[in-house]
C-alpha cells in the first residue's frame, strides 16, 4: 500500500523564514499533491496570508499553549527547585515571571500533527530549509515508523557547515508524540513499539536562523520542564546551557554539576558539560579552575579536539605562546569522528591551524609557521584573515625587475623612473 506523508508547521511571526521553507516544498505541493499544515499561535506579521496564499491549510490557535504561573506557584517551584538543586550548592532563582505566557512547543507540536490527514508527519521549524529525493522517501514509508537524516545546524561565512549531526523529525504520529515544553524530544506514544529510527540520506534539512529572534523564552519553561521532571538529564543539560548563553555563569555551573549527578546522560554530552563548566569559569575570569574542567573533559573523552583547543585558546589569550602550541598541537592529533551535535567543525578545519601559525611565528619559528598557515588556507582558501597572515611568516626577497623597451621611449621619459 502506497504511503504519504504531511509536513506540519508551528509559526509565530515567521515572514522572513518561512518564504524560505515553503520554495524547498513546492515539488512536494505541486507533483504529488503534499498537504502543508501550518498551526500559527498568534502572528502579528504577514505569515498567516503568506501561508494561505502558498496554499497551506492553516489553523489559528492564538495564545492556546502558553502556560502562566501566579506567584504562590512560583514560590512552590522555587522551593521544589532549591530542594532539587542541594543545598550545599549556590541556589539559583527562578526566571518564571507570575501572570507571563510561556509557550509549550510539545503541546503545540503534538495538537498540530492531530490536523494532519496522514499518519506519517515531518515537522521541520519554519527557519530550515528541506532537499529531498521525495520518490525515494515515500518508498521508505510503509516499513518504518521514522526516519533520521544528516540536519546542519549552523553554516560558516562561506556557507559551508560549521555544526552537523542526524537529526529526526520525520515519524508516524500513531508511534512517536512530543515531549517537553521546551527542546522537545520524539518519544514513544504509550502501549505503542515503534520500529527503530531508519537512517536515510535522501532527506536534507538545513538550519537558516532569523538572528533577529531571540531565546530569551526558553530559560523560564526549562526551568518548569526540569522541576517537573527532575531525572531528565538532558533538559537539565539544556538548561545548564542556557544560563550559560545568558551571562549566568555561577548558575549554569550549579545546573551543569547537577546534570553530572544524574545516573543517565549520553557520554559525549557529559564531555561538553565539563568543557562548558571550564567555559563558565573562564567567564568568571577564574582562569586556573577553567583550565582544571578542560583537563576533565579531556581525560573523559579524548576523542574530540574541543577540550584541547579550549585550552590552547586560553593560554593563546594570555600570550602564553609556548603552552599554548602544546594543546593546539596536541587537538591537531585527534582525528574527526563526527556524529555529535556539539562538535565544532571548524576545529577540524582551519581554525587551530590558524591559530597554531600565530602561536609559532613567536616562538621564531617562521618555516612551520607557515605550514600552519598554509594548511589553514588549503581549508579556506578564500579566508581573508589567513592571506593577510602570511606577510608575517614569509621572507620576501629583494627583486630586480628588468624591463625592455624594444626601442621605445625610456623610463625617465615616461616620468615611471
Known sequence: ?????????????????????LESLIEFRDKYNGEVIVCDTGSTDNTISLATNWGCKVYQEGTRFCKTFIEEEIKELQKQYNEMVGFDRPLITLSIQPNK??????????????????????????????????????????????????????????????????????????KLEWRNHIHEILQSVEGQKPKGAQFTEKVFLKHHQNPEQNRGHYLPMLEYDVISNPANDRNAYYLAREYMYCGRYSDAITMFHYY??????????????????????????????????????????????????????????????????????????????????????????????????????????????????YKALQEKPRNELILSNFKYVMDFPPVTIVIPTLGKRDMNDLGLA
Open 1 to 21: 500500500m502506497k504511503e504519504t506523508f504531511s509536513v506540519v508547521l508551528i509559526a509565530k511571526n515567521e515572514e522572513k523564514s518561512l518564504p524560505r521553507l
Open 101 to 174: 505566557p510561556y509557550f509549550q512547543y510539545d503541546l503545540a507540536r503534538n495538537y498540530a500533527n492531530s490536523l494532519a490527514s496522514n499518519d506519517w508527519i515531518f515537522s521541520p521549524d519554519c527557519d530550515e530549509v528541506v532537499e529531498w529525493d521525495l520518490a525515494s522517501v515515500h518508498s521508505l514509508l510503509p516499513d518504518n515508523d521514522q526516519l533520521v537524516y544528516n540536519f546542519i545546524f549552523a553554516f560558516d561565512e562561506y556557507g559551508n557547515p560549521a555544526i552537523q549531526f542526524q537529526h529526526s523529525k520525520f515519524f508516524r504520529r500513531s
Open 260 to 373: 553530572l549527578s544524574l545516573p543517565t546522560g549520553w557520554w559525549p554530552e557529559q564531555g561538553q558539560a565539563k568543557i562548558h563548566i571550564g567555559d563558565c569559569y573562564r567567564g568568571l575570569g577564574q582562569d586556573s579552575e577553567a583550565e582544571k574542567w578542560y583537563h576533565k573533559a579531556m581525560q573523559h573523552d579524548p576523542t574530540r579536539r574541543e577540550p584541547f583547543f579550549e585550552c590552547g585558546s586560553l593560554h593563546h589569550d594570555k600570550q602564553d605562546w609556548q603552552r599554548s602550541s602544546i594543546y593546539f598541537a596536541a587537538a591537531l592529533r585527534v582525528p574527526y569522528h563526527g556524529g555529535f551535535y556539539g562538535t565544532r567543525m571548524d576545529l577540524y578545519q582551519e581554525r587551530i591551524h590558524l591559530l597554531q601559525s600565530v602561536n609559532l611565528y613567536y616562538l621564531g619559528q617562521k618555516e612551520e609557521a607557515f605550514d600552519e598557515l
